[in-house]
């Protein structure tokens, strides 16, 4: 299998023109599984949603957030969690969703990553959206050093927990600076991965259709 890091690993993906519908994608995840970092359930952060789903995340030992970063084997650093759109103070690792009406367990990544403040919608707030997650996350080594780090892109993410479906909101080949919503849309603040930074894109996604369109593009400063 092909590591991460390689250069051969990277599809350019083409980005639709101005006002075009971006097709659906599935979550980015990246390919290697290094020694997973030591983690606990953080039965503190739970959360119970509609009478129904269980919401546990996993997380560093809270015995050891404060230690040194990165461990030996990991691939995670400290700075994964860093800057506003991912700022939670939890260190989580993963999110485990318990459908108490189905008797069912989802872990919602296959390996550990970088996991941000998780919203959720309820039917008044947003039907469209209704009974959904919708976080940022570090998933990948987006730079190619080895480590999901602060330079690393986020992505942000929309877990449909009664149809038990994720699936990738932001754009291919973006970094989510700010995410914002609305009761039908949700309005992402990003920048190209392989920009120089300074430039801004806004991209709408809209939940009924499960695909977005950039509004405008290449804003500067």
Not at 49 to 73: H, K, N, Q
Request: glycine share 8%; proline share 7%; net charge negative.
């Amino acid at each position: 299998m092909c590591r991460r890091t390689c250069a051969c690993c990277w599809v350019v993906m083409m980005l639709p023109p101005l006002g075009c519908v971006a097709p659906r994608h599935e979550p980015r995840i990246a390919v290697d599984t290094p020694e997973p970092i030591e983690a606990e359930f953080r039965v503190g952060s739970r959360q119970i949603i509609a009478d129904r789903f269980v919401l546990i995340p996993t997380g560093i030992p809270l015995s050891e957030s404060g230690s040194l970063w990165p461990v030996s084997g990991s691939y995670l650093n400290r700075s994964a969690w860093s800057g506003e759109v991912m700022s939670s103070g939890g260190f989580w690792l993963n999110l485990d969703v318990i459908d108490l009406q189905k008797n069912s367990r989802r872990r919602l990544f296959d390996r550990q990553v970088a996991l941000g403040p998780r919203q959720w919608f309820d039917v008044s707030r947003s039907p469209l959206l209704a009974n959904s997650l919708v976080f940022p996350a570090r998933t990948m080594d987006t730079t190619g050093d080895g480590y999901i780090d602060s330079a690393d892109a986020v992505f942000v993410y929309l877990y449909d927990m009664a149809s038990d479906e994720l699936s990738t909101v932001s754009p291919d080949g973006y970094s989510v600076r700010q995410h914002l919503f609305l009761p039908d849309r949700i309005v992402l603040l990003a920048s190209k991965i392989e920009g120089d930074g300074k430039s801004l894109d806004v991209y709408v996604y809209e939940p009924s259709t499960r695909s977005g369109r950039f509004v405008v593009e290449g804003m500067m400063p």
